[in-house]
């Protein structure tokens, strides 16, 4: 069995600085989980006594908190500020700069809709900056039962997938007689998309290892499975199962982008192993 990993994969920017704000802020506690990857949460409040509160009402007041890579939503920036002082801001310039985007464009009377995923965080804060005259779609379709007026901002979810942000642009084309467009999908984002993509077209099947919330690791799962229908996906080494190899000389791996090395190599040792 030969095993191939994608160019790009794994950590991303936006992943790499929140892990070391957070290693280097002991025992503070971060707002939501830091990012997408239960093991790697795991590790930093075993290590580091870095601990995850999923409300607001679980700060305690000068508590050190440090806020996710996805960003929180607008209301509870300012709630959190009236706790603590203490706050060391992780959110991934790439999701600050949708927020700002959706801000400045209500402001100046746009309809915003971002393209995304409404129940994911990072969404969730974009959408809070957004002002009323905004709306979430997951797909084209989707646009069919919002009133937008004429005057439409289109922004994304930094890891959805360009092909169908495009149909969405191209829809709202035909509706609307001004449409401003941001492409705020990130560069790793779509780095790690094409890489994936690329490997899947090369093997007899694909192990995708992210968390099972990770909405980049989702799109990479998509995307394999498009190429090759032998695709798995896993958020460690122990879901890998002995039927999948059987009969396949080349597995291809590739991760979402809050995915550790550490997991990654595990990965690749056990399926070496089969
Ligand atoms: S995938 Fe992109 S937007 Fe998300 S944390 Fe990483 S660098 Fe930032």
């Known amino acids: 069995m030969q095993i191939k990993l994608a160019d790009s994969c794994g950590f991303c920017f936006g992943v790499k600085r929140a892990i070391r704000l957070a290693e280097s802020n002991r025992d503070s506690i971060t707002m939501g989980e830091l990012i997408h990857n239960h093991r790697e949460t795991e590790r930093l409040r075993e290590g580091f006594g870095v601990r995850i509160a999923n409300s607001i009402c679980e700060i305690a007041s000068n508590s050190r908190v440090i806020i996710r890579t996805h960003g929180i939503e607008r209301e509870t920036r300012a709630k959190l500020g009236e706790i603590t002082q203490d706050i060391i801001d992780a959110t991934c310039p790439y999701v600050t700069k949708p927020q700002k985007i959706a801000e400045t464009m209500s402001g100046e009377g746009y ?44 922004i994304s979810q930094t890891t959805k997938a360009i092909s169908s942000f495009n149909l969405i642009a191209s829809a709202l084309l035909e509706r609307v007689s001004e449409l401003r467009i941001f492409k705020t999908i990130c560069n790793a984002t779509f780095e790690n998309q094409e890489a994936t993509r690329n490997l899947a077209k090369e ?34 080494a122990t879901e890998l199962q002995a039927q999948w190899f059987s009969g396949k000389s080349v597995c291809g791996i590739s991760a979402g982008a809050s995915t550790p090395d550490w997991i990654i190599n595990e990965v690749i040792k056990k399926a070496k192993d089969f």
Not at 127 to 153: C, F, N, P
């Open 111 to 154: 309809f915003v809709v971002i393209y995304g995923d409404r129940m994911h965080p990072e969404v969730k804060g974009v959408l809070s900056y957004a002002g009323e005259r905004a709306a979430v779609v997951a797909d084209a379709k989707e646009l069919l039962s919002i009133k937008t007026g004429d005057r439409v901002a289109l």
């Open 203 to 236: 093997v007899d099947m694909m192990i995708i290892v992210g968390g099972k919330n990770s909405s980049n690791t989702k799109q990479l799962y998509t995307i394999a499975k498009e190429v090759c229908s032998q695709s798995y996906l896993i958020e460690d």
